[in-house]
Each structure stands twice: as structure tokens, then as C-alpha cells.
């Protein structure tokens, strides 16, 4: 048995603060407890996707297992709103457009994090970088990454930009932003967010060296 707390717009969306459900032997993964609720709560379905879940009273990391005898909370996105600025872009980037998004008197701390095109990689030169991206997709696949971001940290407010097309070393790839009341929030925030864009935003690099040959960075053979 496990009991379920709902909050804010998930409680009204379920249409009750707390239920017990017996814990089927396929409902062990996060992944198979949301599709549970999505059958169980048609309503909550389109949201679930953008909803945070906490085992135990603690926020629940992607790899845990949900047993007989746990907690789950289940809560919607603060109200701190959608992420001040987010593009995808062929042309260059700007570190004032991103510090002016992010900026206001109640931050007392701001991070930015600039990613340049370097002229080497593994011990090789680069000469140039091509960058692809799905940029329908990138937009969401961004906006879910930063949202994610700003759940995790109080009064933070996030930015971020990306280019794609051909870039010559020294260009300016992406641009993330990160305010804060506090300056440690700041700091962790914009390193979150970067190394989550890098992960899962679809945007892919093409490097090229200096006798022309090239090869899309991370593919390997299966």
C-alpha cells in the first residue's frame, strides 16, 4: 500500500488531496507510477510530464523505486512562471540580452555560463563546429530543462540561448543565464542548467578539423 498527497492544481485536476493504492508488482518505476495515475486521473494526464514527485519528503531522483509503505507527493510547477528568455538560433548571441532578462532588484546574485568554440578536442585542432538542431523540439525540450531547473532552487530566474549553423572558433555557442537571491543558488542553477541542455536538448555538433575532415561529436557505433 502506498499513499498518494496531491497539491495546488494537482489536487484540484485529481479531484482529492490523498488516496491509498495498493502497490502492483509493475508499478515500481516512476515511469509506470505516472502512467498509473494518468489511467486512474484522465485529467491530471496532459500535465504529469511538467509535475514533480517526492518520495518520503524528499524530491524523488529519476533512478529511485517507489515500495509498499511509501509517500508520494505529487506537485505541479511553482508559481515562479516559464523561464525569462529561451531561443534557438542562426544568428549570434548576446550576453546583455540574456542578463537583461534575468535581472531584477530582487536578485542578489547573477551567473552566466558562455560556451565558445575552442580550436582543439582530444589533443586534435578543430577548425569549425556545424551545428544542427530540431528547433521546434529544442524549444520544448529547453523550456522543460529550465523550468526543471527553476522547481529545484527558490527566487531563481533562468535564461538561455543556443546557435546553430556553421561556427568558427571564438563564436559563441550558448549563452545561460542564472539570478538568484543568493549567489550559491546563482552558481548551481546555471551549471544545471547547461549540463542538462547538453544532455537532452536536440542540438547536435559536427566538428571539423583543419584537413577537412569531420564527424558528428557522440556517435558511436552500436
Excluded at 94 to 100: C, F, M, P, R
Excluded at 201 to 217: F, L, N, Q, R, S
Amino acid at each position: 500500500m502506498i499513499t498518494i498527497r496531491y497539491f495546488a492544481a494537482a489536487r484540484e485536476l485529481a479531484g482529492c488531496e490523498t488516496e491509498e493504492l495498493e502497490l502492483g508488482a509493475a508499478v515500481r518505476t516512476q515511469a509506470a507510477f505516472i502512467e498509473l495515475l494518468s489511467e486512474r486521473h484522465p485529467r491530471l494526464r496532459a500535465y504529469l510530464n511538467r509535475m514533480r514527485l517526492a518520495l518520503n519528503g524528499s524530491f524523488a531522483l529519476p533512478e529511485e523505486v517507489i515500495r509498499d509503505g511509501d509517500e508520494i507527493d505529487v506537485m505541479p510547477p511553482v508559481a515562479g512562471g516559464a523561464p525569462a528568455l529561451i531561443d534557438v538560433r542562426e544568428t549570434p548571441l548576446s550576453t546583455d540580452e540574456v542578463l537583461k532578462a534575468i535581472t531584477h532588484p530582487g536578485a542578489g546574485g547573477v551567473a552566466l555560463f558562455v560556451g565558445v568554440v575552442r580550436d582543439h578536442a582530444d589533443g586534435k585542432p578543430v577548425a569549425r563546429l556545424d551545428y544542427e538542431a530540431h528547433r521546434e523540439l529544442a524549444l520544448k525540450e529547453m523550456k522543460r530543462v529550465l523550468e526543471g531547473v527553476e522547481n529545484e532552487f527558490d527566487g531563481v530566474r533562468l535564461a538561455a540561448t543556443h546557435r546553430y549553423g556553421e561556427l568558427g572558433v571564438g563564436d559563441w555557442a550558448v549563452v545561460v543565464g542564472a539570478s538568484a537571491p543568493h549567489r550559491a543558488d546563482a552558481f548551481a542553477a546555471c551549471r544545471a542548467a547547461i549540463d542538462r541542455i547538453k544532455e537532452t536538448v536536440p542540438i547536435w555538433k559536427k566538428e571539423w578539423g583543419p584537413d577537412g575532415t569531420a564527424h558528428w561529436i557522440n556517435l558511436e557505433e552500436g
